[in-house]
T-cell receptor
Framework: KAGVTQTPRYLIKTRGQQVTLSCSPISGHRSVSWYQQTPGQGLQFLFEYFSETQRNKGNFPGRFSGRQFSNSRSEMNVSTLELGDSALYLC??????????????FGPGTRLTVT | GENVEQHPSTLSVQEGDSAVIKCTYSDSASNYFPWYKQELGKRPQLIIDIRSNVGEKKDQRIAVTLNKTAKHFSLHITETQPEDSAVYFCAASSGGTSYGKLTFGQGTILTVHP
């Protein structure tokens, strides 16, 4: 099976702009989780979508949002970008049908730089 | 919410030695504990995981142990090789309404010297 893919791989944006990142999960996986990775804060959970519904949300401001489509592909959006939003954004896909946690498989990430 | 502490932050070993990385978690409801390896510029890669109904799991040179009472779990790598050099992350998930949420430790930079 093809792995998790993310586009674009690299982005440079200016403060105040907005950005949309895309994630395509492994075929058959209906859960997509998003994480932010920075040297200072490590890997932090943003949110998780399952069957087009946001099931969990981390402690990030409302500028961070996401959605999931009927084919399980997911997008995340960051509005009014700040310098501190510069990070590697990773998505992970999982079966996570319910009942217990399943393995999460990560995509290659999108490196966002805000100037 | 869940909090995961990971130690040590850096670990340097000679090729062939064993390496042990330890994590503690705070939420007693956590029931799934994966370990990821991340090489420089690459994605985190799942290397082993354990569920709360199991005390130990082994996969070739890698093993993970879980002590639910003490709320800690450890990664053991035996006969280390230079290609084991990477950042290792532990994580915890509590299931329930948090199936898709992993809380990560801060990471351990493992360096294996030839």
């Amino acid at each position: 099976k093809a792995g998790v893919t993310q586009t674009p791989r690299y982005l440079i944006k200016t403060r105040g702009q907005q950005v949309t990142l895309s994630c395509s999960p492994i075929s058959g996986h209906r859960s997509v989780s998003w994480y932010q990775q920075t040297p200072g804060q490590g890997l932090q959970f943003l949110f998780e979508y399952f069957s087009e519904t946001q099931r969990n949300k981390g402690n990030f401001p409302g500028r961070f949002s996401g959605r999931q489509f009927s084919n399980s592909r997911s997008e995340m959006n960051v509005s009014t970008l700040e310098l501190g939003d510069s990070a590697l954004y990773l998505c992970a896909s999982s079966l996570n049908r319910g009942g217990f946690s399943y393995e999460q498989y990560f995509g290659p990430g999108t490196r966002l730089t805000v100037t | 919410g869940e909090n995961v502490e990971q130690h040590p932050s850096t670990l340097s070993v000679q090729e062939g030695d064993s390496a042990v990385i330890k994590c503690t978690y705070s939420d007693s409801a956590s029931n799934y504990f994966p370990w990821y390896k991340q090489e420089l510029g690459k994605r985190p890669q799942l290397i082993i995981d354990i569920r709360s109904n199991v005390g130990e799991k082994k996969d070739q040179r890698i093993a993970v142990t879980l002590n639910k009472t003490a709320k800690h779990f450890s990664l053991h790598i035996t006969e280390t090789q230079p290609e084991d050099s990477a950042v290792y992350f532990c994580a915890a998930s509590s299931g329930g309404t948090s199936y898709g949420k992993l809380t990560f430790g801060q990471g351990t930079i493992l360096t294996v010297h030839p």
